[in-house]
Each structure stands twice: as C-alpha cells, then as structure tokens.
C-alpha cells in the first residue's frame, strides 16, 4: 500500500519523480530510482544483485480517466531521456504475469524492454516479469 507517508519517503530516494497534469488536475505520474538505494523492494533487490548501473522505475500510476490517452507513454519516454542522460545504462522495470498483465506486456514490449528474469513476490501470490530497456 502506498500511503502519504510511504510516497514521501520514495520521493527522497528517488532520481526521478515526474507528474502529468491534464485539464482535470494529476493524470499520472512515474517515480524511479537510481542503484546503491537503500530500498527494500524485492524487484529493485533483484536488479541491484545483477546489474552495476541502472534507472528503476518503481512506480507509474495513471489515473483511470486519463488511461489510454498516452500519459504512460510520455511518462516512460521522459524516464528513457534522464536515464540516456544520466548515464545509467539500462531502464529496469517489472510487471506482473501472474496474476495476468497484458495491456502492461503489450506497452513494454512496443518500447522494445526485454525480458531478463522472473521471481515470485507477495508470499508467492504474485509473479513478475523482470524487464531491461538497454540505452
């Protein structure tokens, strides 16, 4: 769960945190995080143990009214720009395959992530596709 508290503290960790605003306020935003973070998430964990220099994205939410109208894309495409910039190498990101994700998994595949690992996560409740976008 990610509650007021929990955002603040990533926001202090993160490279970079982006917000999309349309005409109804918030539409979207997309929260990442560069290696050496003390950050306990299993996926960024996963990442950390395998590659030396990465950008992670931990977080994009989009809001229901403004999915479908490109606001991930544009968050994801801001996020590849700082990471070519920023020297990191690769994007790093998951998404879930069980329970089942295929709108997620169609949208990384059309930006060209590659799938480099799986785990189960959530007391095995949950498994992710672990995905590289190579800069």
């Not at 603040?8 to 349309?22: M, P, T």
């Not at 997309?30 to 990465?54: D, H, I, K, M, V």
């Not at 996020?79 to 879930?96: P, Q």
């Not at 959530?122 to 995905?131: D, E, F, M, W, Y």
């Amino acid at each position: 769960m990610l509650d007021e508290e929990r955002l603040r503290w990533l926001h202090r960790q993160a490279a970079i945190h982006r917000v999309a605003e349309d005409e109804s306020g918030i539409a979207g935003f997309l929260l990442a995080l560069r290696e050496g973070e003390s950050y306990y998430s299993p996926n960024y964990r996963w990442f950390s143990t395998r590659y030396p220099c990465f950008l992670y994205i931990d977080r994009v939410v989009v809001a229901a009214r403004a999915q479908g109208a490109g606001i991930g894309s544009l968050l994801y495409e801001d996020a590849i720009e700082f990471a070519r910039r920023d020297g990191a190498g690769i994007l790093a990101c998951e998404f879930d395959v069980e329970p089942p994700n295929p709108g997620s998994e169609r949208f990384h595949q059309r930006l060209g992530f590659t799938e480099v690992g799986r785990q189960s996560v959530a007391g095995g409740r949950k498994t992710v596709s672990l995905q590289t976008l190579a800069l």
